[in-house]
C-alpha cells in the first residue's frame, strides 16, 4: 500500500520560512517523479514544483520561483520543499504526489499523478 506522509506545515509570519516533507512507503520511491501542489480555499489545486525520479530536473511555478526550491533524498524516501519569503498568498494546504516515472522525466500537472498524500496546511500571516 503506498502512502505519502507530508508534515513540517505550520503558521508563520510572512517573510519567514518552513521546510516541507514527505516520506513515501509501499513504492520504489527512486522511480516516481514527485510534485509538490496546493490549494487555496476556493480555488483549484495549483502545481508548485516538481521534481524527476533522479532528482535532476526540477520545475517551480512562476509564483514561487526564486523563493521555493524542492529536492529530494531517494536513499531516505523523502521529498522536500524548502519555502523562503513567505507571503499571504501561499497559505494553502500542500500536497505531495507521486508517479511512476524515469531518469530526468517528470510531470507538471495534477491530473498525470497517481499517489497523494492528505496534506499540510501552511498559513502565513501578514
Known amino acids: 500500500q503506498v502512502q505519502l506522509v507530508e508534515s513540517g506545515g505550520g503558521l508563520v509570519q510572512a517573510g519567514g520560512s518552513l521546510r516541507l516533507s514527505c516520506t513515501a512507503s509501499?513504492?520504489?520511491?527512486?522511480?516516481?517523479?514527485m510534485g509538490w501542489f496546493r490549494q487555496a480555499p476556493g480555488k483549484a489545486r495549483a502545481t508548485v514544483a516538481a521534481?524527476?525520479?533522479?532528482?535532476?530536473?526540477?520545475q517551480q511555478a512562476d509564483s514561487v520561483k526564486g523563493r521555493f526550491t524542492i529536492s529530494r533524498d531517494n536513499a531516505k524516501n523523502t521529498l522536500y520543499l524548502q519555502m523562503n519569503s513567505l507571503k499571504p498568498e501561499d497559505t494553502a494546504v500542500y500536497y505531495c504526489?507521486?508517479?511512476?516515472?524515469?531518469?530526468?522525466?517528470?510531470?507538471?500537472?495534477?491530473?498525470?499523478?497517481?499517489?497523494w498524500g492528505q496534506g499540510t496546511q501552511v498559513t502565513i500571516s501578514s
Open positions: 521534481i524527476s525520479p533522479d532528482g535532476v530536473n526540477t
Open positions: 509501499g513504492l520504489t520511491f527512486s522511480s516516481y517523479a
Open positions: 504526489a507521486a508517479v511512476r516515472s524515469s531518469g530526468g522525466i517528470f510531470f507538471i500537472r495534477p491530473s498525470s499523478y497517481t499517489y
